[in-house]
């Protein structure tokens, strides 16, 4: 081999060694930019789920706050202040279940899309419910835009029917009427235990001719052109039928609460209590209370960027502040929004944000808890649900963990914060502490329903861990939370009983 041979090959050996040096610099530096890139993304992400963590945060000091806010906000809405948010409505419910109520009852609860009608027999204390069934019942779409007559006749005629299906089981004494109590859930100015005019139609109902007028006048000129002979003795919102039904099963309850589309509470009140009542004192001396407690709100009440803006951008902003962040109907979208700022800051589910993270409301609370409940070594179950939804086929497991921890923060927020409702109740009814004075406990029963309390296991939890916290030991021994399945229903049907025409002469 020739002298420039060798040199020839020098250099190109030379030069692909140089290459190869090349191609591992910028390899490494690859491997660098990647590895920076990574570090960044998860500073990102570490950045956002601490300033989450700090503004929800809910600890004790803050929830004994909400708690005295609550009270302050229960009393100006007893004294009728205008400016108060919780417009603390009287029910006209002055006597609750006993007991000791018998006969035949019936119940229509309206509240949405579906009704049901219900019957009870009741035996007295000793048989308590002999009976009872209940059908739903459909709205057609077209009724639910169409005329006030329209609607109360199409419900008066599936009342009849039901009435037809009386069997062996049920029995009307001779010579009286049929008597009804009417769960209406919508918002309602109260004038009587049986009467109440419409202030505005939800839930997708918008019905001419109804706003205004009263509701139980509606539908008993509807059963009257049916040829139904029934008599509306009470007309009640499902807050009031649950805690209706709640003291019938236990005489120790004195407040109920809903959690779960919605939220709300009412509880026994002492009348003379009641600045605004300016009718005689009710021969019970009590007054059943319909907070509307969802539109509750206070300075004190850990709101976030997020809170803010699902309020900006909903068809009622400055409205149901308290429920919006308590609520079955809000928590998975408060979820959603957080990881939507992680995707777009943090990459969190890669480097393309999920077209479907960024339409509203579509992260169901349903869903959230479903995630939050899995127990599997590599949220498997929870990888399924953001694919499911979202649209992401293939998740990290980090970023699977960052959306349990999101939940979590979430649920616990909410928890919390129904907890510090429902403490601002017992402290405004004094059964918050034990009595100073050494005379016996009070048992105290708070019945709850909803979804989102019954279904959600890691919210009862913390709501019922939480409500203890706040009362202490000794405190909380007396103090009994007590799911209260559907009560609102057959509440309804015993406040029918307990406001009965005929109970003067029973």
Sequence with gaps: MGKGAVVGTAVVVCAAAAAAVGV??????????KRGAEEERRRRAAA???EVEQRFSTPTALLRGIADAMVEEMERGLRADPHAPLKMLISYVDNLPTGDEHGLFYALDLGGTNFRVIRVQLGGREKRVVSQQYEEVAIPPH???GTSMELFDFIAAELESFVKTEGEDFHL???RQRELGFTFSFPVHQTSISSGTLIKWTKGFSINGTVGEDVVAELSRAMERQGLDMKVTALVNDTVGTLAGGRYVDNDVVAAVILGTGTNAAYVEHANAIPKWTGLLPRSGNMVINMEWGNFKSERLPRSD?????????????E????KMISGMYLGEIVRRILLKLAHDASLFGDVVPTKLEQRFILRTPDMSAMHHDTSHDLKHLGAKLKDILGVADTSLEARYITLHVCDLVAE???SLAAAGIYGILKKLGRDKVPSDGSQKQRTVIALDGGLY???KKFRTCLEATLADLLGEEAASSVVVKLANDGSGIGAALLAASHSQYASVE
Excluded: T
Excluded at 306 to 318: K, M, R, T
Excluded at 320 to 323: D, P
């Design 24 to 33: 591992a610099v910028v390899v490494s530096r690859r491997r660098r930019s």
């Design 454 to 456: 019954e279904h959600y």
């Design 173 to 175: 004494p001779e010579g």
């Design 306 to 318: 997020y809170d803010n803006a699902l309020d900006f951008e909903s068809l009622n902003p400055g």
């Design 48 to 50: 956002v789920i601490e």
């Design 143 to 145: 009724l639910m835009v």
């Design 413 to 415: 927020r909410g928890a």
């Design 320 to 323: 149901q502040i308290y429920e």
